[in-house]
């Protein structure tokens, strides 16, 4: 019974010390998170520069590397490395994370003592323990407990993973919404290939295209088997200009479909690019002709 006693008193001061360490862990993040943010931020009303200041700045530029200071060098790898592919930049963020587990681990294991609920009489936990719960938290893996902490120091480790970790997921997130934009804006550009064969494909842009259109937009309506593969356009005008002014004329024709590529139609690489090679039939139009005649030169 005395055993008992000491045990329940010994969680109820453990209760307490727990709240404790997670409000003063939110508390350490916040003040940091808000001294980022203060770091980070512009500074409209910055006085000028002194010739005195600029002495001094271009002396200190001296000590730095290679005559840059150490802020530039590492912004400008970061920059490297945002400019990567997208599985290179995932393996960098996963070069990026290792070592925050076994750094994460290393803190758990000089803060000493059991971690989880009802590991109080086993002893300290092992490396295997310790690097598997950095790996949980950093990662948020379903299941993590962030609460479970019963001493001050595992609750700031535990926390600072955490937070590292949402950082490492805001950049996950980061990568690829920008994939994704990339990808889409490619789309919009045209930039990507026509993979059709048997298809049509006309060159240029002039006056006579609408009318053209037009035509083949009846004939597919009237004669089954006429134009049902796709009308590639290629014309080195913007993919997004032609397919406002195609939409708009005709939209009171009968379906026709209509791919548009910008490119030069004397491009070998273009034309390949509209796969004109397989088509079956290859429209050129005179690049330079206008509403009332060809234009001289």
């Not at 980022?36 to 000028?48: D, R, V």
């Not at 938290?137 to 955490?162: C, E, M, W, Y």
């Not at 842009?205 to 593969?229: C, H, Y």
């Given at each position: ?11 109820s001061?453990r ?20 001294f ?7 500074y ?24 840059y200071?150490a ?18 930049k995932?393996?960098?963020l996963?070069v ?8 994460g681990?290393c ?12 590991n109080a ?15 949980f ?9 962030a ?5 001050f120091?595992?609750?700031v480790?535990t ?8 950082f490492?997921?805001a ?5 690829i919404s920008d994939?994704?934009?990339?990808k889409?804006?490619?789309v919009?550009k ?11 494909v006309?060159l240029?842009?002039n ?5 053209l ?17 796709p009308?590639?356009?290629l014309a080195?005008?913007d993919?997004e ?7 708009e004329?005709l939209e ?13 139609p004397?491009?070998a ?15 050129l139009?005179h ?7 060809v234009?001289?030169?």
């Amino acid at each position: 019974p005395p055993t008992n006693n000491n045990s329940s008193s010994s969680s109820s001061r453990r209760n307490p010390q727990a709240k404790l360490a997670t409000a003063a862990a939110a508390g350490v993040l916040g003040g940091a998170a808000l001294f980022a943010a203060a770091a980070l931020a512009p500074y409209p009303f910055t006085a000028p520069a002194t010739a005195a200041s600029a002495s001094a700045s271009a002396t200190t530029k001296d000590y730095s590397i290679g005559g840059y200071s150490a802020s530039d060098v590492i912004a400008y790898e970061v920059q490297k490395v945002f400019g990567l592919p997208l599985f290179s930049k995932i393996c960098a963020l996963f070069v990026f994370t290792l070592p925050m587990v076994v750094i994460g681990g290393c803190f758990y294991k000089l803060a000493g003592g059991a971690v989880e609920e009802g590991n109080a009489d086993e002893g300290p936990e092992t490396w295997n323990d310790v690097l598997t719960r950095s790996y949980f938290l950093l990662n948020n893996v379903p299941g993590a407990d962030a609460t479970s902490d019963r001493t001050f120091k595992h609750a700031v480790v535990t926390q600072v993973i955490v937070f590292v970790g949402m950082f490492v997921f805001a950049i996950i997130i980061g990568i690829i919404s920008d994939e994704i934009a990339s990808k889409v804006e490619e789309v919009k550009k045209g930039n990507n290939k026509v993979v059709e064969t048997g298809h049509t494909v006309v060159l240029n842009w002039n006056a006579q295209l609408i009318p053209l259109l037009k035509q083949m937009a009846v004939a597919k309506s009237e004669r089954a088997g006429t134009f049902d593969k796709p009308v590639v356009l290629l014309a080195d005008r913007d993919k997004e200009e032609m397919d406002g002014e195609l939409a708009e004329a005709l939209e009171d024709c009968p379906p026709l479909n209509v791919v548009t590529r910008r490119g030069n139609p004397f491009d070998a690489e273009d034309l390949e690019r509209v796969n004109a090679f397989a088509a079956r039939r290859v429209i050129l139009l005179h690049p330079h002709e206008l509403e009332n005649g060809v234009e001289s030169g």
